[in-house]
């Protein structure tokens, strides 16, 4: 049973490009939730998605969007790059209506903005 | 909004001396209670969780965590830990009304020591 996987694992972008993250979530599961994790500090939730919709946001500028396919795979755009935007990249999946209220989470993507 | 607080940003102890890392929240509404690992490089694996029912929780690894709604905390702790324990621990709240939002702390480095 794979777990949650992230790709790439690394990138680098220069200031004002776009990047694009993906994630596969765990078998099964159907909601998949983005955070960014800025060096030490703790992860902070930027949006999930579910049913291929946003149905949470937290405190992020539009430059952050995202997609979640008939797969329950999801990406997550970031446009207009700023040296800030450089952190760690979790995603995480788990089952709408679970009991478990669990959430599995990726190995992370780790973007540098140059 | 819902913040956590973690007390201590390092944490150092001897191995298979007792430790405990301090965790508070701030909410007056049914909440959920996680405690999470991460090592270098890598994600986030859950510790335990607290849903609901007794207030202490067992979790992987030797570990333990106690809820304490009148003093809104849910400390983390361990009789004995081995250097392996060395780590970055989050403690992280979502409440009933938002479950599968987590907020995170800024977490505690554990560091363990022969």
């Known amino acids: 049973d794979a777990g949650v996987t992230q790709s790439p694992t690394h990138l680098i972008k220069t200031r004002g490009q776009q990047v694009t993250l993906r994630c596969s979530p765990k078998?099964?599961?159907?909601?998949v939730s983005w955070y960014q994790q800025a060096l030490g500090q703790g992860p902070q939730f930027i949006f999930q998605?579910?049913?291929?919709?946003?149905?949470q946001r937290g405190n992020f500028p539009d430059r952050f969007s995202g997609h979640q396919f008939p797969n329950y795979s999801s990406e997550l755009n970031v446009n207009a790059l700023l040296l800030g935007d450089s952190a760690l990249y979790l995603c995480?999946?788990?089952?709408?209506?679970?009991?478990?209220?669990?959430?599995?989470f990726g190995p992370g993507t780790r973007l540098t903005v140059t | 909004a819902q913040s956590v607080t973690q007390l201590d940003s390092q944490v150092p102890v001897f191995e298979e001396a007792p430790v405990e890392l301090r965790c508070n929240y701030s909410?007056?509404?049914?909440?959920?209670l996680f405690w999470y690992v991460q090592y270098p490089n890598q994600g986030l694996q859950l510790l335990l969780k607290?849903?609901?029912?007794?207030?202490l929780v067992k979790g992987i690894n030797g570990f333990e965590a106690e809820f304490n709604k009148s003093q809104t905390s849910f400390h983390l702790r361990k009789p004995s830990v081995h250097i392996s324990d060395t780590a970055e621990y989050f403690c992280?709240?979502?409440?009933?009304?938002?479950?599968?939002?987590?907020?995170f702390g800024s977490g505690t480095r554990l560091l363990v020591r022969p």
């Open positions: 995480a999946s788990s089952l709408i209506g679970g009991s478990d209220y669990e959430q599995y």
């Open positions: 078998s099964g599961h159907d909601t």
């Open positions: 909410s007056s509404v049914s909440v959920y």
């Open positions: 992280a709240v979502s409440d009933h009304s938002s479950s599968y939002k987590l907020i």
């Open positions: 998605y579910y049913e291929e919709e946003e149905r």
């Open positions: 607290y849903l609901s029912g007794s207030t």
